[in-house]
């Protein structure tokens, strides 16, 4: 038997079913089987019990999966259950967990048919949060790849920033900074660009659309990467022309209440205090009201993921958990700045991975 | 109030409630929310009753959506499923169909949770593929668009057979073909585009690598772009340098029955019978074996969708619908061929929608 890629991640995950009695696990979501079982497609299942992995896929995969997935147990998917009953019979067990978030009322029921009409019994558990709390800790490559993912961002932000032109459209800048992100070997963006420009960035989910770029207001790019599977996520504010008083002083409120939340983010502190570092300078300044988002989320496989760190955030922060740290102000009629970096706590000592340049206004 | 952009989707769908004795259905896949309302947006829920038209949103679409959902009652969701049985109370409504193959097993238990601990009494009725069979007959606005997609998908696969050389990688075939879209202004591709050059064209659904084109072997390009919501699908087989007879004999039965296909399809036909059509030619030439996968799908807000055109399909193909007619022959350690364009029978007369030219051999 070759050696499976991620030793580590598949200890976490029995442990896991060791803790609740469980005897086996049918993993479905496409990042978390990715996540173990080292394989990227589009469909199948992970059978994962104490003392066996499997990997269920169709024919499209079946041979890939031999070299991406070494040390599972692959088996070509023919019929679309028709797997389930025969691995629960022949491993036998009888508490199978199933991922409740990521499977269908429909697949669940289809599922209840296919094994009500065979000749196995089984309970069914449903489980919420399980691989994406595992998930949330990234092992050395993980950071690796998320830091890779970073530079290729970093870098396509720095050429955006450099080609951007007044009366350009919003989509147009968006596409220099995808064509860039693709030319460096990325496999894409990790997130649909958002290009706010003038009156559009005081919108925080803004919708990068057909508006030119106005001279003189704030432009905010909030943009990523993603290499082999993971995410980066930057945002940064620009101006093109003159910067006048309010936009400067409302850039320093944002970048000092991002600075400050950076230097004071401790592991042990819920996502709440995190937040609540950056939420205070802000509100002190007068603009409590116009931060009208969470200060940042964890980052991996999937843009968002745990940890929250945003108001009412009970997630523990731990070593080796990147994620961002975003506050923002957003004036209707006016504009808004967004001042973005991932940061990542390593021998309890906070680093910012993001090295994209800022402006100085 | 204003005038609802699809008042022949509703009419449809309502229909479909009196039918099953529904009072109303919840809508939550993200191309079915857009198919009846005309606001596309990440998240939400449609609440539609014999009388009501409710649409729910988060604070990042609400503003858009006065423009873009004209009739719609337009709510702003403050907390995840807390707008559920206010609409029930309010309605009045007692038997609720839902999008049970959209609906995960997690969202449900919340959805019930929130039932259960309000003063509400509803029973919620799970659906399956109500949407996508009216969306398989297309109107006119959807043939519009699906046809515009067509064109950019065309002109940029002819962009991209003018700039194809040998020892370019397919990753970079693949990009010249996105960029040729992304610059007609198409939102995007509509599938991750296929390049198999050489061996790699035996396996039908080839992950596009950086494997090599190669001279005098069938390179299969299968490719699509989304404008507007709505998809293309197009697939061409090349040759760089000079085609054996073995490939001029395989592409000109592929070619056959693809034309016989065209040819004969009707409106009544089962997608097995329109499948069989092809299958039937490439049989007789031998290669019934090596055909593995269905003729044809549905295309339009998804790339695959309703009729499925394959062996065992009841599906019944009517006026409006269109579908794609894509036979092939795939020979391991050789190569393959395949050969796909999108028709539609319109007053019971077909059309043939995709107008790449095809090569000479």
Chains 1, 2 share one sequence.
């Not at 994406?132 to 993980?142: F, H, I, M, N």
């Not at 919108?203 to 082999?228: F, L, Q, V, W």
């Not at 002190?284 to 931060?291: I, K, P, Q, S, T």
Request: glycine share 8%.
């Amino acid at each position: 038997m070759n050696k499976i890629k991620h030793p580590k991640r598949i200890k976490n995950i029995r442990n896991y079913l060791s803790e609740k009695k469980l005897d086996g696990i049918i993993i479905s979501n496409e990042e978390n089987r990715f996540y173990f079982s080292g394989l990227r497609s589009s469909a199948g299942f992970l059978f994962i019990t104490m003392n066996d992995l499997y990997l269920f896929t169709d024919f499209r995969y079946t041979e890939l999966a031999s070299s991406e997935a070494p040390g599972w147990n692959i088996q070509k998917i023919t019929s679309r259950l028709g797997w389930l009953p025969e691995i629960i019979k022949k491993l036998r067990v009888s508490n199978v967990g199933f991922e409740s978030e990521f499977i269908t009322v429909n697949t669940f029921n289809l599922i209840k048919d296919t094994i009500n009409s065979s000749d196995v019994e089984v309970t069914l558990i449903p489980t919420t949060d399980i691989v994406l709390t595992l998930r949330a800790v990234k092992d050395e490559e993980e950071i690796k790849l998320i830091t890779k993912a970073i530079e290729i961002g970093d870098k396509a932000f720095e050429y955006t920033e450099k080609n951007i032109e007044i009366g350009m459209t919003e989509k147009e800048v968006a596409w220099i900074f995808e064509k860039s992100v693709r030319e460096q070997n990325a496999e894409s963006i990790s997130f649909d660009t958002i290009v706010a420009s003038g009156k559009n960035a005081a919108r925080p989910h803004h919708a990068t659309g057909d508006s030119k770029i106005e001279a003189n207001s704030t432009i905010i790019i909030d943009c990523g990467a993603k290499y082999n599977g993971y995410c980066s996520d930057l945002t940064r504010t620009i101006v093109i022309g003159d910067a006048e008083e309010k936009i400067k002083n409302i850039y320093d409120i944002v970048h000092m209440a991002q600075l400050s939340a950076i230097d004071l983010v401790k592991v042990g502190m819920t996502g709440e205090e995190c937040d609540s570092i950056a939420r205070k300078i802000i509100s002190e300044a007068g603009y409590g009201d116009f931060f009208g988002h969470s200060l940042g989320h964890g980052i991996g496989l999937d843009v968002h993921e745990n940890p929250n760190v945003g108001p009412r955030s009970k997630y523990i922060i731990q070593n080796n958990m990147p994620f961002t740290v975003e506050p923002g102000i957003y004036l209707q009629g006016w504009g808004g700045v967004r001042i973005e970096d991932i940061v990542i706590i390593i021998d309890n000592k906070t680093q910012v991975i993001s090295k994209a340049k800022k402006i100085n206004l």
